[in-house]
């Protein structure tokens, strides 16, 4: 029954149509009774009775499957499978361990090592081939899965650089009605016009917040791409961030509610000042947006032995033990809603955790539930 390996994979390499399975096994009477199984079930096959040989093997003909010997003078199934299993080439093919062996342990240093079933020795014919089929059935499951995220990677690749170059080409003629608003206003308070000049600071600030925006997807998008460069100083941060607090304060005034800087001498940190302003405008921005007026939002300092954690804390909505669980993922709105139409898009805290990640901080949150405020915090290493 056994015909010569270089004959059989000749024969082998004909057919495209049938599961290909590749026995290596060290005893000729073992591959007789699995060869006779196999053909009784259609499936081809050829086998090696020495693995020493199973690079080259593979090399010569990709098999669908290989059962696989754990037992073997020559090399063990487990150092075989490992050779395989280490190379990119083969590592995908499924194998099947065949073995008599009772000793879990090594059954699972198998399972570890990347084999995906075994197959108990006696060889039972009916439960080979459901053993074959499920492996092979998983097998494909998985190639088409891995396929399908490849495409989709490489699409959202596309789509991010697509929304990267859209976001940069708003730049410029941003800046063009920025410098051009100057120029109106200043006219306008030449010629006295009180009311015209109002609008044109409405018509500035929404540019400007509009900018903010704009550089934000961009530095997002370098995250992403893993193309951000940080300018890391070690400082302390207290000055550079009542730097971030000044246009939030006038977003808080709008809404009567009062930003308390507890301004103190802390130890020198590292940061990038970026990273700062985004983290700065997101965290402050959202508890001014989900505020009600006449509250207060406290920023504040605390020392530790390797970092100094800022607090920021409001008097707003609070959050619920499942609004904790999500805040930091993408597009999550949660119970809290803004309190004065302002837009919402789930964003934020995705990109403040980004952004402190490029720095190496942490983040996190707490709240004693709704209504109950919420104090978000950011750690800043000394070393
Ligand atoms: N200080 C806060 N108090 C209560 N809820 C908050 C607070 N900050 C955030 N949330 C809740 O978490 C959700 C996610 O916040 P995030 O900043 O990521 O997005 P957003 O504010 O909705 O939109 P944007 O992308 O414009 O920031 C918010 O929709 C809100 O429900
Ligand atoms: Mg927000």
Redesign the pocket.
Known sequence: MRSSIKSTLEKNALSTVLPLILIVDDNHDNINVIEEMLEQYGFEYYAVSDPLTIQDVLEYRKPDLILLDLYMPQQSGLDTLTIIKNDNRFESIPVLMLTAETDKHMLSRCLDAGAMDYINKPVDAVELQARIRSALKISSLTKDLSERNEELDRKNKEIQKFTATIVHDLKNPLTVIMASIDFVRNTLVETKQTLPVQFADMIKETTFSMRDSINEMLDVSRIQQGAFKLNMVKASPVDYIEKCLFRLRLLGNKKTITIVHEKKDVPHVYYDEKCINSIIM?LVG??I??SNPNSEIRLSYEVHADYIRVLVK?Q????TDK?LSL?FKEF?????RPTDGE????????IVKSVAEAMDASVGVSSEGRDKG?T?WFDLRKD
């Open positions: 997101n959202n508890s947006k989900y409001d707003g909505q609070g959050m609004d805040v999550q709105r949660l119970s809290a837009s919402s898009t789930g964003l934020g805290l995705a919420s978000f």
